[in-house]
Structures are given as structure tokens and as C-alpha cells.
């Protein structure tokens, strides 16, 4: 990455503004071409360093329910552990950690029934126990990369 993508990152990692040309206020700002912008982009997320790009929706903004759910799941389990909880579209991130618990997932669901319905779903397929832990308070911090 050059001096260049990084500022680019910088940005997109603020916000991306709803706007009809975006790469071009992204672009004015960096002092290149909108193409060369939206080209910078695309490489970058073709080589993985940029995941994606797409809307933060606050789940209570709109009603729905979310959730923290961990497991602690065997090593050579984990393959299959990830397989079931990604089948499920109301699962927004599933890692692992070190320690125990060691997995752990999100759901974002219309309500707190189908987290439940999610949640024993995959413990009754997988036969181990999921810790839910919903949001009780939104602590929000502001996650930018400052690359430069």
C-alpha cells in the first residue's frame, strides 16, 4: 500500500457518504481521479485488506433484537461448529478466541423469539450449549483507522 491507499482507508473507514458519486468526493479529497479511486477500492478489497462496504444499522433503530452468543467448542469441532452458525443469514459475525469460551457469534433477528429459535437450533444440532448474552447497554465507540 502506498501513501495513497492508506489515506483512502483513512476515509472509507470513517464513513462513506450516501452520495450519488462517493469515489469522487474520495477522490477530490485524496487529490486523484474518481476512477483511480474506485480502481484503488477494488484492489483493495480484492486483496482482502478492505472486508467490505455497507451500512451500520442499529438493530434497536429498527426494532429487532441482538445478541452475544459464545460456545466453548473442541478444536476439532470448530469447522463444523462454524458451518452450522453461518447457515443461519441472522448471524452478522462468528469468531474464535483463545480461552474459554472460545467461539463466539452475533444475531441480529425481528425479535428476541428467533434469536432463541437460532440459539437452540444450534445447540441441538451441535449438542453443547450456547451462552446468550443480549445487550443490556450500547456502549458505542467509533472504530477509524487512521493509516496515515
Not at 32 to 52: C, F, H, P, T, Y
Not at 57 to 77: D, M
Request: with cysteine.
Amino acid at each position: 500500500m502506498d501513501a495513497t491507499d492508506k489515506k483512502i482507508l483513512s476515509l472509507v473507514s470513517r464513513s462513506l457518504d450516501l452520495d450519488e458519486r462517493p469515489y469522487k468526493k474520495i477522490a477530490d479529497t485524496v487529490g486523484i481521479s474518481e476512477l483511480e479511486a474506485l480502481e484503488r477500492i477494488v484492489n483493495l478489497r480484492q486483496k482482502g485488506i478492505i472486508r467490505r462496504i455497507g451500512a451500520v444499522i442499529n438493530p434497536r433503530g429498527i426494532g429487532w433484537h441482538s445478541t452475544l452468543c459464545a460456545a466453548t467448542v473442541p478444536e476439532e469441532k470448530l469447522s463444523v461448529f462454524a458451518s452450522v452458525v453461518n447457515a443461519f443469514d441472522e448471524v452478522t459475525h462468528n469468531y474464535v478466541r483463545s480461552g474459554t469460551p472460545n467461539c463466539w457469534f452475533t444475531i441480529i433477528a425481528p425479535d428476541e423469539d428467533r434469536c432463541l429459535q437460532i440459539i437452540s437450533s444450534i445447540e441441538n444440532e451441535l449438542g453443547i450449549d450456547i451462552l446468550d448474552l443480549p445487550t443490556r447497554k450500547v456502549f458505542k465507540i467509533r472504530v477509524a483507522f487512521d493509516m496515515e
